[in-house]
């Protein structure tokens, strides 16, 4: 047997951040449960993630302490609110290397904020005085691509029926990557905008952005990143991806749900026109007109969601205390078992690259011709739990031929004990539907 | 929750071995045709149920589509049931089943009128499959109103 040394001065083996998952299980209530006599094995984490312990107690901790509304009160639990709301901006900022606080949005979800984007660019369009990179008409061009959640789709084809710009996409490869072998056509002078997700939610596909984004800057492009299904699972650098704009949620990265991120360039942000009108979002409001806030308050009319806030803070803090590398090293390990584990059951499936590299743990599959409904039902009497449809990603169904698939997700408290018990299930799938 | 109840043998077998499927146009070119296609948005699941009636009598309830084993089964059933059946008959029928999905696991299903529709009773415990088993037998309340038979289209609760 012989053993490959790593040439001293290369990063070694043992060099891998690592962290003890047992542990981590623990901080989190909802795994201890048990669903159908079975202990729970959750495997939806790209849909939803749990909430450790931690951020559970600062959610309730606001709410029983220091709950007040925020940037309007002098008095002190107003204080602590706003002091513990913009708190959470910063630790937010930090976590996606922001080069100033002002740059981040809180929104509802990514949704919101990718909307956010578009009716930025709908309002500026309506303006002649407005920054001429958000102006958009006929002849102009919005790029996304097949593999987009619905959410970095149907916005962008709301945004082109208004203004009269045309909508176009990059394909997906069989293997489930973007095809970027017609980058220089679809990405040209005429394109505006281009919209891409991260990590695919349905083929966990992990874009390397680096050639778009030289082509972007090349044509003068703006480029906005979906990063819904990346930041809660890989270290991201707002500075190293060069995007103009990324958005993220919450709920998918151990925070609450009902609070999402817009962070963008902090002179984009200052050019966009508002979008939603009311309380905060204001300089000064007079009966004939108003003038407004300067990012990220223009952004946020109304009471934001102050505590889901706070507790995406904690959620932040929580992820740093673990560490970003060590989670994606983890999930990594885990997604190379996986994709060997599921290989090895027959009549098996995988939509998506089928090797653990440009991908994350989400790995959607088709069993033989069991519908993906069947399959996820006898999953559940087993205590499994995955999601099955579209997952709201349905052009991308439409692109393998199949009305849904079957899809496991991981996270950092997920098992290869937990694999084990999706394969063992889909045994029982194949048993039921033989 | 025990799977057996909701994958009864019955269901099962009208999935791996449907009955009437394939859409059929009307052996009597004088009977009124009316077709609906109804998708169910959050799964992908589709139907397209076709009625062929005289107005009095349903002479054919044909159907095709793809989705999973309680669609497919229902859509099975409904060809079953329905195909023959009078006007009339054929919304008691349709109401009985309607009433069965919606009863939460509540009501007893009737087997002198609903027959194999009995199996899906199980189902109607499973909220999240219940829609499954209607999408069929909403496809044709739209199909036969199009055909000129039965009420308008209404939203049921599911």
């Known amino acids: ?434 | 929750m025990q799977l057996e109840s909701l994958y009864q043998e019955i269901i099962l077998d009208h999935y791996k071995h449907p009955h009437g499927r394939g859409l059929r146009d009307a052996a009597d070119p004088a009977d009124r045709v009316g077709e609906a296609h109804h998708v169910n948005p959050t799964c992908g699941d589709e139907i397209t149920v076709r009625v062929a009636t005289d107005g009095a009598t349903l002479h054919d309830v044909s159907y095709d589509g793809m989705g999973c084993s309680i669609s497919q089964a229902s859509a099975s059933v409904l060809h079953e049931l329905l195909t023959g059946r009078g006007a009339t008959e054929a919304f008691e029928v349709h109401e009985a089943f309607v009433a069965l999905m919606s009863g939460r696991g509540q009501v007893t299903p009737d087997e002198d009128v609903l027959g194999d529709g009995v199996a899906f009773e199980g189902v109607a415990r499973y909220p999240a499959r219940v829609k499954c088993a209607l999408l069929p037998w909403m496809a044709f309340k739209d199909a036969a109103a199009r055909a000129g038979v039965g009420a308008s289209p209404t939203e049921v609760k599911a």
């Open chain 1, 1 to 434: 047997m012989t053993t490959i040394a790593i040439p001293p001065g290369m990063p070694q083996y043992d060099d891998v951040p690592r962290y003890d998952v047992a542990a981590v299980r623990a901080d989190f209530p909802i795994l201890d449960r048990e669903v159908n006599g079975h202990p729970l094995v959750y495997l939806d984490s790209a849909n939803t993630s749990h909430k450790p312990r931690q951020v559970l107690d600062v959610l309730a901790e606001h709410y029983a302490r220091h709950n007040a509304n925020v940037s309007r009160s002098v008095h002190t639990l107003g204080t602590e609110a706003t002091e513990a709301y913009e708190g959470a901006r910063a630790k937010v900022a930090a976590f996606v290397n922001a080069p100033s606080v002002d740059e981040v949005v809180f929104t509802k979800n990514s949704t919101e904020a990718i909307n956010i984007v578009a009716y930025a660019f709908s309002n500026a369009s309506l303006r002649p005085d407005a920054d001429p990179r958000l102006r958009l008409g006929p002849g102009d061009e919005i790029v996304i691509s097949e593999m987009e959640h619905h959410s970095n789709i149907v916005p962008w084809q709301l945004l082109a029926e208004r203004t009269g710009a045309t909508l176009r996409w990059f394909p997906v490869t069989d293997n489930g990557r973007l095809d970027e072998s017609g980058l220089t056509d679809l990405v040209n002078e005429r394109t505006k905008i281009v919209s891409l997700v991260h990590m695919s939610n349905i083929l966990g596909t992990v874009n390397a952005t680096s050639r778009i984004t030289a082509r972007v800057r090349e044509v003068g492009a703006l480029l906005l990143l979906d990063c819904s299904q990346s930041v809660p699972h890989m270290p991201i650098d707002v500075v190293d991806l060069d995007a103009d704009f990324i958005v993220f949620t919450g709920h998918k990265m151990c925070g609450p749900t009902g609070i999402g991120v817009l962070w963008g360039r902090t002179e984009l942000l200052a050019a966009m026109p508002p979008v939603f009108g009311g309380g905060s979002m204001i300089e000064t409001v007079t009966m004939g007109g108003s003038t407004y806030a300067a990012p990220p308050a223009r952004f946020e009319a109304g009471t934001p969601p102050i505590a889901e806030a706070v507790a995406l803070g904690a959620a932040v803090d929580y992820l740093t205390g673990i560490g970003m590398p060590a989670i994606q090293w983890y999930e990594k390990q885990l997604t190379a078992y996986a994709l060997d584990a599921l290989g090895g059951v027959p009549g098996l499936r995988i939509f998506g690259p089928e090797v653990p590299v440009g991908r994350g743990g989400t790995i959607s599959f088709a069993l033989g011709d069991v519908h993906p409904h069947d399959v996820g039902q006898v999953l559940d009497s087993l205590g499994v739990q995955v999601r099955v449809g579209h997952h709201c990603a349905r052009p991308v169904c439409t692109r393998f031929g199949v009305p849904a698939t079957t899809r496991a997700s991981f996270y950092l408290y997920t098992t290869t004990e937990e694999i084990d018990a999706l394969v063992a299930g889909l045994e029982q799938v194949r048993k039921v539907f033989a």
